[in-house]
T-cell receptor
């Protein structure tokens, strides 16, 4: 049982390039999330999904797009990367949206945009 | 709106001495509260959570936290620090207003010296 996995672990992009971050979970969770973590700040929610084919904006969605074509996968896309998107990106999943439900996190993807 | 304040950005202890990481929260509703730990270059791991049951919550690796509504606090403690406890700790609050949004504190880095 791998839990939540993320690909790639690290990436360097030039400004204007595009890329897709992949998140996969094998826990059959309905809900998935993308966060970014910046120095001196807590994690902030970018987008989330409440089920296959359904996505919604979080706190900081600008410059990102997401897709949830399969229940186990949640993709985060950067169409035209900017230096402000240099960050560590975490994916998470949970079984439900009930209060107190635990979110399980992946190991993160470090992205550097030059 | 909900928020979390972690009162110390860094805490230094010696191995074998007690650990206290402080967290205050603000929430309009009865909150759920979590502590997550992040070891260097790793994802976030749940230490413990409070979901309106017992106010003293025991977690993994000897950590515990006490929910004090009157003080709006959820401090994390451990009687005796171990070198392996050196990591970043995040206090997280969630209230259920249709969607279980997690709000993260800015983190406390725990340093453990021999």
């Amino acid at each position: 049982n791998a839990g939540v996995t993320q690909t790639p672990k690290f990436r360097v992009l030039k400004t204007g390039q595009s890329m897709t971050l992949l998140c996969a979970q094998d826990m059959n969770h309905e809900y998935m999330y993308w966060y970014r973590q910046d120095p001196g700040m807590g994690l902030r929610l970018i987008h989330y999904s409440v089920g296959e084919g359904t996505t919604a904006k979080g706190e900081v969605p600008d410059g990102y797009n997401v897709s949830r074509l399969k229940k186990q996968n949640f993709l985060l896309g950067l169409e035209s990367a900017a230096p402000s998107q240099t960050s560590v990106y975490f994916c998470a999943s949970s079984y439900s949206l009930l209060q107190g439900e635990t979110q399980y996190f992946g190991p993160g993807t470090r992205l550097l945009v030059l | 709106a909900q928020s979390v304040t972690q009162l110390d950005s860094h805490v230094s202890v010696s191995e074998g001495t007690p650990v206290l990481l402080r967290c205050n929260y603000s929430s309009s509703y009865s909150p759920s509260l979590f502590w997550y730990v992040q070891h260097p270059n790793k994802g976030l791991q749940l230490l413990l959570k409070y979901t309106s049951a017992a106010t003293l919550v025991k977690g993994i690796n000897g950590f515990e936290a006490e929910f004090k509504k009157s003080e709006t606090s959820f401090h994390l403690t451990k009687p005796s620090a171990h070198m392996s406890d050196a990591a970043e700790y995040f206090c997280v609050v969630s209230d259920h207003t249709g969607f279980q949004k997690l709000v993260f504190g800015t983190g406390t880095r725990l340093l453990v010296s021999p």
